[in-house]
Each structure stands twice: as structure tokens, then as C-alpha cells.
């Protein structure tokens, strides 16, 4: 079972994602499933988790209904104000009836406040969202958020949390610390994930699986293969590169590790964090 644990769709038409404009070039338009369908099918991908574009409602309730209208989905990572837990506990209990629905994310390297997920009030949502025994992604883009992972792991010990695309390490300019020791903390707490994932948005225009080995052997080392998980991030992937070259050099820089490992990479891990029904 291959699982690509991290890709999205927008719809320009239907809903409002400000982060995207026109500066985004190749991605300001709108991306949906027949699109990804036959990617998949090429790279050999059975199954998909659509990761949310906005903090809204609206971004939510499309997601789920892509997953009701393609089967090769298996998940959705939605969205909830985690700044007001009585609001965000209301819409969990709706969210939750919905078989596709499996986590939470917040855009909260867009938030103007770098310390924003660890305000008190975000805290009490995040344990709003651990009572109904849903996962959070934490979009933790270095420098400003990774370091807070320990933090919010230590006030939520029951809140199972996945790093996406590594915390966006410094690739391109072949930057290691303090990157690698804020992953190295967040590691040593079991309940943390991270995505291989995102990691040629990071990487230098002639990217290949050469220059992202050291970043993902060093995860491999603090996580294990089982608390890792590959993601696409399609289409964002497009910003520097494409859905086949993202799975090819991934799958590369995988070459050296067992077929046990190699599996909870590209599936298990994230079937079993997510608790996909696959």
C-alpha cells in the first residue's frame, strides 16, 4: 500500500485561500482530483491524504466531498479555529461523523505572530482536538516553529502531531543547525511524526535525491521509519519540479533502507497514524 500522505486541491471559484496569489505563477489556478488521478496512477500511489489550503470551513467541507466522490482517498486533514475550542469543539463533533476526516491544520506560518500555536488559548484547542482523538499537523517552517514542537508535546502529551515536510530544512543553501537539533527534540517525543515531504520547494532548481540524502537520513536516524511518512506536496511540488520527479528522487534517497522501512515510509506509517481506511 503506497501512500502519498500530504498533496491538496483548491478551488479558485469555490473558496478563499489569501495566501495564494498571483506571485505563486504556476500554481495560482485551480487544482482538483481528475487532475492528480492519473499522476497517481503513473507513480504507482494507491491512496492519497488531502491536506487543508485554508483556515476555513468552506476548504473543509470540499475536501471531504472529494473524498466521498474518489475512492484512491483516504483521508483529510481539515480545519478548525483552534483559537476558540468552544467553537472548534462544535464543528469537531460534526467533522468527526464523517469517515474521512482525521486531523487537523492551521496555517500557522501565515499567522503575523511566529509564536501563535503556543498562545494559551491555541493550547486549550489543541486539547480540545486530542479529546476526540484526532491528529494535528503542525506546519513548521524553519526558523520560526519547529522549536515549538517540544512545547506543545509536553502541554498536550495526548495530541498525536506531524511535522510536514521536515520543517522545510535549509536545503538550498546546505544549512544544518540549529535545524537539526530542534528535530532531533521534537523526536524524542513518541507522539511526534514528521513528513518527508515538501523538500524540493526547499531545494535548489537542479534538486535530485543527492542533495536531499543527508536531510533524510538524518530523520531516519531520530524518527525511525515508523514515524515518518512520504507526501508529494502536489501541487506546490510544481513551484520546483512535478509529482513524478518528487516520487522518483524520494524513492532514491529510500534506496539504502530496508523493504521493511521503505514500507512504513511510503504507506504504513501514515495509514497507521492517520488510521486510514484503506
Known sequence: MKVDAHQHFWNLKRVEYPWLTPAHGPIYRTFEAPELEPLLKEAGVDKTVIVQAANS??????????????????GVVGWVPLDDPD???????????????RGVRHLIHDEPDPDWVVRPIVIEGLKVLASFGMTFDVVAVFPNHLKHVPYLAEQVPGLRMVIDHLAKPPIRDGG???WASQ??????????????????????????????QRYIDFA??????????????????????DYASVWRET????????????????????????GLKV
Not at 87 to 101: D, I, R, T
Open 220 to 241: 531516519v536516524e531520530k524518527f525511525g521509519a515508523g514515524r515518518l511518512m512520504f507526501g508529494s506536496d502536489w501541487p506546490v511540488a510544481l513551484l520546483n519540479g
Open 176 to 178: 544544518w543547525e540549529p
Open 251 to 274: 524513492n532514491r534517497a529510500l534506496a539504502g533502507y530496508s523493504e521493511a522501512e521503505r514500507a512504513a515510509i511510503l504507506g504504513e506509517t501514515a495509514v497507521r497514524f492517520y
Open 57 to 74: 470551513a468552506e476548504d473543509t467541507d470540499y475536501m471531504l466531498e472529494t473524498a466521498d466522490a474518489y475512492d484512491w482517498v483516504a
Open 87 to 101: 467553537e472548534a469543539g462544535g464543528q469537531l463533533e460534526k467533522y468527526v461523523k464523517h469517515w474521512a476526516f
Open 183 to 212: 528535530l532531533a527534540a521534537a523526536a524524542s517525543y513518541p507522539q511526534v511524526y514528521a513528513k518527508v515531504s515538501g523538500l524540493n520547494t526547499a531545494a535548489s532548481d537542479a534538486w535530485n535525491a543527492e542533495e536531499l
